[in-house]
């Protein structure tokens, strides 16, 4: 759903028609600087719902990242099924440079995923297995 006041932000886009992703664009009423080290949310004026088996994840876009060090500091975001609000993304700049957004600039990407219903119970023992509790390096680097 397009939220009102952005008649002129596109809604999420596919760039191509095999792209796992939707472009997300700045609903940013003015430029917005994000300078070195800043972290800001942008807007993106629109809000969604989808089937409670699904997911949808902010990711950032790879070129942004690259050529700017544009990222998003949450990555990837969740968007729960059930959230009606404004999707929103959150930006960091990684790199040197003061980097502006403009309003309806592709800042990210929104790719919808699966999620299993899974219901948790509480144990007292867990299985074997080889692993154990052996991680963060166990096997070697
Ligand atoms: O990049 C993001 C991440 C989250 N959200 C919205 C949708 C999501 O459903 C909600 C909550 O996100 P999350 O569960 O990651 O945040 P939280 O800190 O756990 O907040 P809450 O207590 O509201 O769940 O915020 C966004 O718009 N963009
Ligand atoms: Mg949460």
Do not use: C, W
Not at 32 to 50: C, D, H, W, Y
Not at 93 to 114: S, T
Not at 115 to 126: A, C, M, S
């Amino acid at each position: 759903m397009r939220l009102p006041g952005h008649e002129d932000v596109q809604l999420p886009q596919k760039m191509s028609a095999a792209a796992s992703g939707f472009d997300l664009h700045a609903a940013v009423s003015e430029p917005v600087v994000l300078n070195p080290g800043e972290r800001k949310l942008i807007p993106t004026g629109f809000a969604l719902s989808m089937p409670s088996e699904l997911e949808a994840q902010i990711r950032p876009r790879s070129g942004l990242a690259f050529k700017h060090g544009i990222t998003t500091l949450n990555s990837p975001g969740t968007i729960d099924a059930d959230y009606r609000g404004e999707v929103k993304v959150l930006l960091i700049n990684h790199g040197q440079e003061p980097f502006e957004i403009q309003r309806g600039e592709r800042i990210a990407q929104m790719v919808f995923q699966l999620v299993p219903h899974i219901q948790l119970t509480q144990v007292d023992e867990l299985s074997d297995t080889e692993r154990g509790a052996g991680g963060f390096g166990h096997t070697g680097r």
